[in-house]
């Protein structure tokens, strides 16, 4: 298991930009495949982004491609997600996880998560 503790959430006007910060404990970060999700009230946690243990591969979900990059630091042991043209919409917590598996491909191959960080976009 790995422990993950987010930050950089916050309040931001409409057509604003964030930069979440995941950081992770242990030496195995490098192991696992990285992604980021969010909830937003009333709604199922859904999959935002995905980035590869080496960082070379990326995949997003259609409602943030264009605007979000998720991208990875392995010898900081951080994952992070550049936020931009944010929308309303998009507020929800945000939850970085990682998963053990090379390439997950759905919520529950992701087996650690951290507390999550609120975004709130206001229009």
């Known amino acids: 298991q790995v422990q993950l503790v987010e930050s950089g959430g916050g309040l931001v006007q409409a057509g604003g930009s964030l930069r979440l910060s995941c950081a992770a404990s242990g030496r195995t970060f490098s192991s696992y495949a990285m992604g980021w999700f969010r909830e937003a009230p009333g709604k199922e946690r859904e999959f935002v982004a995905v980035?590869?243990?080496?960082?070379?591969?990326?995949y997003y979900a259609d409602a943030v491609k264009g605007r979000f990059t998720i991208s990875r630091d392995n010898a900081k042991n951080t994952v992070t997600l550049q936020m931009n043209s944010l929308q309303p919409e998009d507020t929800a917590v945000y939850y970085c996880?990682?998963?053990?598996?090379?390439?997950?491909?759905?919520?529950?191959?992701?087996?650690?998560w951290g507390q999550g960080t609120q975004v709130t976009v206001s229009s």
């Open positions: 996880a990682a998963s053990p598996l090379s390439w997950p491909s759905a919520k529950p191959d992701f087996t650690s």
């Open positions: 980035v590869s243990r080496s960082g070379a591969n990326s």
